[in-house]
């Protein structure tokens, strides 16, 4: 039997507060992912768990077939128009990144390639499509591309004319850009070389050299995050400034190349808003009178111009909208559940448009003409495969272009339910529950809960093809919309966030708790996953209820808030204050460190747990999940399994392509049933 690697403890005492830490694993951090000993720990920690897991590789190539085998081979997406051009995705047998190709509206002859993901990651461990677009004479492709999976993009530009590329190259930017209407101007938002925060904007002439192109705006406040859009109208490019409690928004205007930006209104704290322009018209989604969001209309910025058209309400949020020449269409969220709603401009008659599972999701899909009757918008459910509906605004009728073909699959196989859960503060807690109807037996399934609950992030109940193979196998899986999303609405977000950051972990308990009381699990067999910041809640509960969950896969957790949030450093740490505190603040200090996973290992038992991550991480560093393991090891006192996995090619985002990103769901879901054995 192979034992585990056994971290060397060098101590780092860190004093604030007069408090002092003392961080044994401290150095198992390197920015520069260079350091011999670290790579070596982590080549050790990967040799252990292919070692502990090689029992299981029959059931993870089983598995992987599976996931593969229900995805199409050959899928070509419903075309759209734009500008006179007809544009599809496409992907052919075998291959992993998508063919982007378009056609002439009035032919019906051959498409042209725009872009081969395939060709593009040729020699590549990691390629992702961070953006592409046509400028508006339809002559040049501009692509935003990540190699490394760090999401620094680099922007390059290819004459469609000639089918060739430029040699010019736009490098670390974050992915954002938009073409001015003179085809021969773009604008992009560049990243900071070591926070990588995405804080300017630069203008830069096709053909010219990189070096010449003219910084637009720079932000100062590291809290805020710059990115670009255009308005429906084309009138306008925004410079959106973000934080994640605050907006401004500045204006420039598409058809001049000199033009200075705008503001449009000035950021002040709490104050959150999006706009659109059509007709010569601002639309404008605000929190200014209530913190579920209203809609206004003006031909001008000054808020005491501005004309209601639908007021903020206690029990709705108002998500998005689209403008169309004779309605206007908005996403709404109420009671948890996403809806759309259509209102007529000049006759004010309203239609919602209705769904018939209990649980769901619905979305507004890409509708590029504003001047049709014809709206896109998007269907699932955990039970429904993502589906692509048209609607005719005017008539009411219905088409379904496309739904998601899924193999070996039968809908009414399987029931969804939707629950409340009383949390033990009082609170009704949703969550959306799903599972084979012919494997369920009262109180004898094993049971899987999954969460994030962080940043205002709805976690909607749509399908999962993956997901099958655990249902097949018996499980109910749950989602439980818990505190910190905004599932129901910025009071659920904020309740579940800074110095109310624990609601997020007793809801995600007492929903667990709840669902084995009610017969959903048998109690030996409750599972946990979560990502990121739900790594953070599954580094959190363990800590907390370790008794209560047979196993746990944290993918990516952000799991040393503390020493992170104390790191200006670090990328997007600052980015982070309104969401955890600023722990240079004492009061936010002796917080975080009550939860924060790394923090708070003890000396208990803990349940069997799969930590993964990537090398190239920018989002939550390798060394959190590294480092938590290392303490874990020497401080828990079970038998149980606990096994890393750092993806030494990948990021956050795990693995790229079609298919390579089930070899890590196989992975999961092995180690979770191999603990049903």
């Known amino acids: 039997m192979m034992t585990p690697p056994k971290a060397e403890k060098r101590p780092y005492p860190i004093t604030l507060h007069g408090d002092t830490r003392v961080d044994d ?43 593969v085998a229900r995805i199409p081979q050959q899928e070509h997406s419903v075309p759209y128009v734009k500008r006179g051009f007809r544009y599809q995705t496409r992907y052919e047998p075998g291959n992993e990144y998508a063919i982007y190709v378009r056609q002439p509206e009035a032919s019906s002859e051959q ?35 990540d190699f490394l ?45 070591k926070t990588l925060l995405p804080y300017q904007v630069y203008r830069h002439q096709i053909g010219s050299d990189p070096q010449l192109d003219t910084l637009i705006y720079e932000e100062l406040d590291d809290t805020f995050y710059v990115s670009l859009e255009k308005t429906t109208s084309e009138q306008f490019i925004l410079i959106h400034l973000s934080s994640t409690t605050t907006s401004e928004i500045l204006l420039l205007d598409t058809n001049g190349v000199d033009t200075k930006p705008r503001i449009f209104v000035p950021r002040r704290k709490d104050h959150e808003y999006a706009i659109d322009h059509y007709h010569q018209h601002f639309f404008i989604r605000s929190n200014k009178d209530g913190k579920n969001f209203g809609l206004y209309q003006s031909d001008q910025a000054d808020e005491e111009q501005w004309q209601e058209l639908i007021a903020p309400r206690s029990d709705v949020m108002l998500e998005g909208f689209s403008l169309f020449r004779d309605w206007l269409v908005v996403e709404e969220r109420i009671a948890g559940l996403t809806r759309l709603r259509q209102i007529h401009w000049h006759t004010g008659e309203e239609k919602s448009i209705a769904f018939d599972d209990p649980t769901y999701v619905t979305w507004l899909a890409y509708n590029p003409d504003p001047e049709t009757v014809l709206l896109r918008y998007g269907y699932s459910s955990m039970t ?72 205002g992030g709805s976690m909607d109940p749509a399908f999962s093809t993956s997901r099958l193979s655990l249902l097949d196998r018996g ?63 599954m580094g959190a509960v363990v800590n907390q ?99 890393l996995y750092t993806d030494m090619d990948a990021g956050h985002g795990g693995k790229s392509g079609r298919f390579k990103a089930y070899e890590d769901i196989a992975l999961e879901y092995a180690f979770i049933l191999s603990l049903l054995e």
């Not at 982070?576 to 975080?592: A, F, L, T």
């Open 25 to 67: 694993y401290y150095w198992l951090r390197d920015d520069e992912r260079l350091d011999p000993d670290i790579l070596s720990y982590l080549d050790a920690e990967n040799a252990y768990t292919e070692a502990q897991l090689s029992p299981q590789q029959p059931l993870r190539e089983t598995l992987y077939q599976e996931m």
């Open 111 to 145: 498409w042209d390639t725009l872009l081969d993901g395939n060709l593009r990651a040729e020699g590549h461990e990691y390629y992702m499509l961070g953006g592409l677009d046509v400028s508006p004479d339809n002559q040049h492709l501009a692509v935003a591309e």
């Open 149 to 193: 999976s760090r999401r620094q993009y680099d922007i390059r530009f290819k004459d469609l004319t000639n089918d060739s590329w430029a040699d010019e190259v736009l490098e670390n930017t974050s992915g954002s850009f938009e073409w001015a209407n003179d085809s021969s101007t773009i604008y992009y938002v560049r990243k900071h070389a």
């Open 384 to 455: 429904t495969p993502s589906t692509l509906y048209e609607l005719n605004l005017d008539s009411g009728e219905r088409e379904q272009l496309k739904q998601q073909d899924v193999k070996n699959f039968t809908a009414e196989d399987y029931r969804s339910e939707r629950i409340w859960v009383k949390g033990r503060d009082g609170v009704e807690i949703p969550v959306s529950l799903v599972y084979r109807a012919d494997r369920f037996v009262h109180g004898a399934n094993p049971l899987m809960v999954y969460a994030y609950g962080s940043y």
């Open 475 to 537: 499980f109910v899986f749950a989602l439980a919309h818990i505190r910190g999303g905004a599932e129901l609405g910025q009071l659920w977000y904020e309740d579940g966030k800074l110095l109310k950051k624990k609601n997020t972990f007793n809801d995600f308990i007492d929903v667990t708790q709840t669902l084995v009381e009610q017969g959903y699990a048998d109690a030996q067999y409750v599972f946990a996953m979560g990502g990121s910041a739900g790594g953070l809640l």
């Open 545 to 643: 209820a370790p008794q209560l969950f047979k196993g746990i896969v944290a993918q990516v957790p952000f799991v040393d808030v503390l020493t992170t949030m104390l790191d200006e450093t670090i990328p997007l740490t600052t980015g982070e204050y309104d969401e955890w505190g600023n722990p240079n603040d004492k009061v936010y200090y002796d917080y975080i460190k009550q939860y924060s996973p790394y923090d708070q290992v003890k000396a208990q038992d803990y349940p069997h747990m799969l930590v993964t991550t990537g090398l190239h991480d920018s989002q939550v560093q390798y060394w959190e999940p590294a480092k938590w393991v290392a303490k874990l090891r020497e401080l828990k006192t079970d038998d149980h399994t606990l096994l």
